[in-house]
């Protein structure tokens, strides 16, 4: 009579075990999910093929544009900002990166301040294939090392920044201010870097620089929210995967030529009540995209 009430509570432990692991989160199952196939497609060789093929044919291709930035850029800035965008959707389908969109930019003025959540390298492709609307963007001094890229960049007009350097953050924030006023929009990174705590929901922190050109400049704040660049940068060997671009149609911020002159209490609640709203809108639009990419 031992051995089957052992048999029985064998059986209750096991049940009980089930329970336990059936109460585990439907998130932490799916991330689960995605290790392991993710182990499972590192260890196939084709996959492995399939991805030095790739990166193969990414150099070939933005070689072969890079000539043609350089003769479009002698022509206009405009048309140089067009063959950067055909160039980033042709690296988008050669790496298999296919982009879910969702809002719209059509409402947004060109005399703009362009904002954005970073996290991933290949968040400058995304945006550049996703808004179709002229930008200039800022980026780190250190990308500006990078043989051929830098090259790339300075046909598009990019403006480089050094987050140590006072000298530097002048030097930007008046050149953005000469391209707003010139008509065109911005666009910047307010984390200042990619975000690298994992929490792709929350900005790693906001630097303020957007707001003073702004204010100078007396223009409109508009907000990307972009998601699952993280996951594919992680993940090169997959054959198809999805990376999610939110467009928030109205301004997070109007710039005011009043707040320069703001108090410094005032101007720490301003931008304390801007982080929020910036924080709040990437949270919002992030977990929207997640359904709509996973």
Sequence with gaps: MCAPKRF???????????????AL????????????????VMKNPLCIILAAVRAVCALLHFFIYLPLLGISRLWSQHAALIVARSCARGLLC?????????????????????VCNHIAYLDILVVLAGLKRPFIFVADHSTFRVPGLALAMRF????????????????????AEAFIRGGCSVMIFP???INRTGDVYTLMRVSFGFKCIADTVGAAVYQITLYGCERIQRSPFKFWQYAGVHLHPSPVYQGAS????ALPREERRLREELA???TARNRE????LAGVVE
Aim: aromatic share 2%.
């Design 156 to 175: 598009c007009g990019c403006i480089p920044i050094s987050q140590g350097s006072p000298a530097s953050i002048r030097k930007c924030l008046t050149r």
């Design 8 to 22: 029985r509570r064998a059986k209750l432990r096991g049940a009980l075990c089930a329970l336990a692991s059936g």
């Design 191 to 193: 984390e200042g870097g």
């Design 258 to 261: 009043a707040a320069e002159g």
């Design 285 to 288: 639009a992030a977990m929207a």
């Design 94 to 114: 050669i790496l298999g990166v296919s982009l879910r969109i969702k809002g719209s930019a059509a409402s947004w003025r060109d005399r703009s301040i362009i």
């Design 25 to 40: 989160s439907r998130a932490s199952g799916k991330a689960l999910a995605a290790d392991l196939s993710g182990a499972a």
């Design 276 to 278: 929020a709203r910036l």
